[in-house]
């Protein structure tokens, strides 16, 4: 019986050794070499991670990258195909759980585009980790596309909040009005219950945002979790930051209101 020899990771982890895969993902490659094209189609037709002769995500990662080198194109096609499928959800769940709607297809597309470039990245050791911890790697891949686009995203709102307080006549003025319906998916608290777009007007672009991201979004202003948007994440400012910004809102609408009485 021929010997299947499968090629070594060398990129090295924080302790200096190279990244090892389980025995799991080591015997499923060793598996999957040893079936022709027809094999293999199916056994990857199978979904269910918890049906026997499934193949991992690491082991469909290795695989990609060995035809590749090997130019086995339909193989390589075939096999990234799959493997997108898989992850199409996560990374769409997570996109949109905080981007607008505008944005959440091109950072799709840029996810899978970053992500299949470390693979198919023969010239480099970039996507061992993927070999080793799919999902994890994959986190980390989405979570730096996002930062991207978070930033792309704030600045566009910015701009959007200039353009509205230099817009004069009746009808454009509208428009803080709608900008502030389609974050407040809730009711207003009831401390900022008689917060008004010329109220809003009074802020400068980032207080006004952070008080919107805060008050009517329910944004968090930190945590722990790299996955969760935070307005400190969203402005890519410190925490510290962002609550002087929100004291600076806060007092300048509680001034305001008092000047209506």
């Known amino acids: 019986m021929k010997t299947i020899k499968i090629d070594p990771l060398t990129r090295t982890n924080l302790g200096g050794k190279p990244y090892q895969r389980t025995p799991q993902v ?17 056994r990857l037709d199978i979904r269910d991670f918890k049906t026997e002769g499934y193949f991992q995500e690491e082991c469909l990662v290795y695989m990609i990258r060995r035809y590749q ?20 959800k996560r990374i ?20 899978i585009a970053v992500g299949f470039g470390q693979i198919l990245d023969l010239d480099s050791d970039r996507g061992d980790f993927a070999q080793v911890r799919f999902w994890l790697w994959l986190d980390r891949v989405i979570s730096n596309v996002m930062q991207r686009y978070w930033k792309r995203q704030r600045k566009d709102w910015v701009t959007d909040s200039i353009d509205c307080d230099e817009e004069e006549d009746e009808g454009r003025g509208l428009a803080l009005h709608q900008k ?38 329910e944004w968090e202003i930190e945590n722990q979790n790299p996955e969760v948007m935070t307005i400190s994440r969203y402005f890519d400012r410190s925490p510290r930051t962002i609550r002087y910004w929100l004291t ?4 300048k609408l509680q001034d305001w209101k008092g000047g209506q009485r």
Do not use: M
């Not at 499923?28 to 094999?39: C, F, G, K, P, T």
């Not at 759980?97 to 799709?108: E, T």
């Not at 998916?185 to 991201?213: C, G, M």
């Not at 600076?248 to 007092?251: I, L, R, T």
């Open 26 to 42: 080591e015997s499923q490659i060793v598996e999957a070499l040893a079936l022709d094209e027809s094999e293999l189609a199916e």
């Open 92 to 111: 769409n769940d997570r996109v949109s759980f905080s981007l607008d709607p505008v944005y959440v297809d091109d950072c799709y597309g840029e996810v």
């Open 180 to 217: 502030l319906e389609a974050v407040a998916d809730k009711s207003a608290p009831p401390d900022w219950h008689f917060v008004t777009a010329e109220a809003l007007r009074l802020l400068n672009p980032n207080e006004r945002q952070a008080f919107l991201l805060r008050h009517y979004a």
């Open 248 to 251: 600076s809102a806060e007092k």
């Open 69 to 88: 080198r090997e130019e086995r194109k339909d193989l390589v096609n075939k096999l990234t195909e799959r493997l997108i499928q898989r992850c199409a």
